[in-house]
């Protein structure tokens, strides 16, 4: 039986929830391990990129995790499955094609990952059975260095709230849901590591000897669920196949059939977006 503590009563009432100890240290080393060897592999492939409009040196690839040969097993880890069924509250859950990998600063400022971003009145916030979930889990400690992510509590239901650094330590894993606003690589300061700047453009220019450095190079790994709704369906038509670096991303993910068998064993369902994804 599983040891993790799975808060879903705060997952619905401030939008987000910390998992403790998920991982042990050993295997969040070797998961940064992997990922540094799967983006060779992608960049021998012609699959690595950054983006040359962005003040930042984050680096990316194109094709979702399960299409990574070293990272497959990650997302599809029965530890992670727990989380998503714990907090979506049903064990039918779908995987949509979104996850990807991330090594160095990116950009930071409060956004939602959801359609309706602003609109309060939109679709996404009709009804209470919106079900799009992320998860993320970074390859080491933002509890006490920068580089983390915030989240603005109870903002998946109402247009705003309280700041809040998620204090994840290595081998915890965060969820939140797509509606809330968050915002990553946050920075700390060093005699006031709770207080939230939270103009990213001011964050951006906090000199080094007030900031807390981050403890090594960042990566993160983000994967995202959903159960059957008309907002998984919305968010598909709306963005996945109308946004065109996601249909690259999708195109560019291609999966074997032992990948898909594990996934149909573990009770996930694959949905394939476009022709080309897949095996």
Do not use: C
Not at 84 to 101: C, E, H, N, P, Q
């Amino acid at each position: 039986m599983s040891n993790l503590r799975i808060d879903k009563k705060q997952f619905d009432a401030d939008g987000y929830v910390l998992i403790e100890h998920v991982f042990s240290p050993e295997e969040i080393e070797n998961f940064r391990k992997l990922v540094y060897e799967q983006f060779e592999i992608d960049k021998k492939n012609g699959l690595t990129f950054q983006l040359p409009h962005l003040p930042t040196k984050a680096k990316y690839a194109k094709g979702d995790l399960l299409s990574k040969e070293k990272l497959k097993n990650i997302l599809l880890d029965d530890r992670i499955l727990e989380i998503v069924r714990k907090v979506l509250g049903t064990a039918d859950i779908i995987y949509f094609g979104d996850s990807s990998y991330q090594i160095g600063k990116g950009m930071r400022g409060f956004h939602r990952d959801s359609i309706d971003r602003t609109d309060l009145t939109g679709p996404d916030w009709q009804g209470d059975d919106y079900s799009l979930l992320r998860v993320g889990i970074y390859l080491q400690d933002h509890k006490n260095f920068s580089g983390g992510v915030k989240m603005k509590k109870g903002s998946h239901k109402k247009a705003d709230g309280k700041v809040v650094f998620v204090d994840s330590a290595i081998g915890d894993v965060g969820a939140w849901s797509y509606k809330t606003l968050h915002s990553g690589n946050a920075v700390r300061l060093k005699w006031f590591p709770k207080y939230s700047i939270n103009r990213s453009t001011r964050e951006g220019l906090v000199p080094a000897f007030l900031r807390k450095e981050e403890q090594k190079e960042r990566i993160a790994i983000f994967m995202a669920f959903s159960t059957k709704t008309k907002h998984l369906d919305r968010y598909i038509k709306e963005f996945s196949l109308k946004r065109e670096d996601m249909i690259e991303h999708l195109k560019a993910s291609k999966y074997d059939q032992s990948t898909l068998d594990l996934a149909k064993q573990k009770h996930v369902e694959v949905m394939k977006l476009v022709p080309e994804q897949g095996i």
